[in-house]
């Protein structure tokens, strides 16, 4: 009897279905103008790595040239007791 | 599910294939036949996956973890508009060719939505979709003896609602 009541309820209640993938994917990839905005981004950061990269070069080569020039007086009158040398 | 855990939209795609219809299904009977409602709630129970792709902890299926989010969207959107006005079939649309088996399925559709949310919930996942007493248990956050016990007392209602159309 039962096996009948449920074959009855579900021949009594058909449903249609939509494909709702499209919507899905929709909602879950990002709009192209977006991944544009994105790839533009991700430029602009490796450019900015590769200047602080250049800056950082810079300032090691700067160091280095300073370490090696010999020890001065920086205030006139003032004793050379004391100073260190930069490294 | 793994695939998709790691950002594998395909492999999202294909489990959005693979449930959407039965989601669709379970929403829709549970709105009393609203299946525009019923889609929106299955996008949205995807969209929840995928943003917890990461934190969701699945048993074994994933399956119950869907219907238990849809199951949730439907009490939500229950909660909202109280009273289900159920959405006719229609005797074109359905197997029974004459009117008296359409009478019978309008009276099954009508019972079955008389039965209390959580009865109706339990015999919409068991006798509709087949999931098992297991699945139901994970899916309703409820032991697998409520699950059997719930089952019960809806058939017996249903079978009382429904014994005119027995003899």
Known sequence: MEMDIEKSLRDAWPVE????????????????DLLSELRELRRELSELRRTTVLLQDEIVRLRLDLTRRPVSRIAPFAPSEGLVRLS | MERARMGD?????????RHQHALQRFASRMLGGDSSSAADIAVG????????????????????WLVKTVHRLCLDRLRERPSVELTDVGVSESPFLDLE???LASAARAA?????????????????????YEEIAEALDIPAGTV????NAAMKQLRRRLAAWSE
């Open chain 2, 148 to 151: 059997a016990s719930r089952k």
């Open chain 1, 17 to 32: 279905t939509v494909d709702i993938s499209g919507r899905v994917a929709a909602a879950i990839e990002p709009p192209p």
């Open chain 2, 9 to 17: 939209s395909a492999a999202f795609d294909a489990l959005v294939k």
């Open chain 2, 101 to 103: 088996r359409a009478a």
């Open chain 2, 45 to 64: 129970a995807f969209l929840r996956l995928w943003e917890r792709r990461d934190s969701v902890v699945l048993n074994e299926s994933l399956l119950p």
């Open chain 2, 112 to 132: 079955v939505m008389e039965l209390s949310v959580d009865l109706r919930a339990v015999v919409l996942l068991s006798v509709y979709e087949g999931l098992s």
